[in-house]
């Protein structure tokens, strides 16, 4: 098993149900918020998940939509998206996220965009 794929099974998945009762929100609202890529989730797993590390104070992760539209504009599928956020980048010397979540958004964004 690969360090990314390693990473990624110990990530905690939230289905569609624990999102509209994790961010309060109906599922409508929920599922725009997936649409206009404020959230990105996955069928890997069997059903639609999405990593719980993106909801922060039961919001959306601000700076992850900009994220998600520089590497979906480079053509990466979602799952690549995904992946690419949980890879040990040697540039930012940890994972994507993890500096997104430490609020170095302009850093993994000008690597996202070396990308296309």
Do not use: Y
């Amino acid at each position: 098993m690969s360090e990314n794929a390693a990473e990624l099974s110990a990530v905690e998945w939230l289905t569609t149900p624990d999102l509209v009762e994790i961010l309060d929100e109906p599922l409508g609202r929920v599922r725009r918020l997936i649409a206009e890529q404020h959230l990105i989730g996955s069928t890997r797993n069997g059903a639609f998940a999405v990593p719980s590390v993106f909801i922060v104070d039961g919001r959306p992760l601000a700076s992850l939509r900009g994220t998600i539209i520089v590497l979906t504009d480079a053509g990466f599928t979602d799952d690549e998206v995904i992946d690419w956020l949980f890879e040990e980048n040697e540039e930012l010397g940890r994972t994507p996220i993890a500096a997104l979540l430490d609020g170095h958004k302009s850093a993994v964004r000008r690597i996202a965009r070396t990308l296309a």
